[in-house]
Nanobody, 123 residues
Framework: QVQLVESGGGLVQAGGSLRLSCATS????????AAWFRRAPGNERKFVAA????????NYADSVKGRFSISRDNDKSTLYLQMNSLKPEDTAVYYC????????????????WGQGTQVTVSS
């Protein structure tokens, strides 16, 4: 089992930046591939970014490519999402996930989930 806890969400103006963190505990985080998903109001949860267990491989949704950066620190058992040039359409609850196939983009491919952190981008 891996426990995941997101933090770093908040209210930011369009064009601003936020850095989300996902602290993990339980089984060795470094053994797992990981990802970020988000759920906007009224929508289903969607893929944002993924990273393999080494940190050397990443994958991004087209909507965030060039603006968001996923990374991990296996020594600290923590996953990150740096979000720059934020837009109002990035407003959502952001979830971290672990396990699954490397760079997987489907929810069902991940076994462990955090509770989410709210990101609100004002125009």
């Amino acid at each position: 089992q891996v426990q995941l806890v997101e933090s770093g969400g908040g209210l930011v103006q369009a064009g601003g930046s936020l850095r989300l963190s996902c602290a993990t505990s339980g089984r060795t985080f470094s053994a797992y591939n990981a990802a970020w998903f988000r759920r906007a109001p009224g929508n289903e949860r969607k893929f944002v970014a993924a990273i393999d267990w080494t940190g050397g491989g990443t994958n991004y949704a087209d909507s965030v490519k060039g603006r968001f950066s996923i990374s991990r620190d296996n020594d600290k058992s923590t996953l990150y999402l740096q979000m720059n040039s934020l837009k109002p359409e990035d407003t959502a609850v952001y979830y971290c996930a672990a396990s699954g196939r490397a760079m997987a983009t489907k929810q069902y491919e991940y076994s462990y989930w955090g509770q989410g952190t709210q990101v609100t981008v004002s125009s």
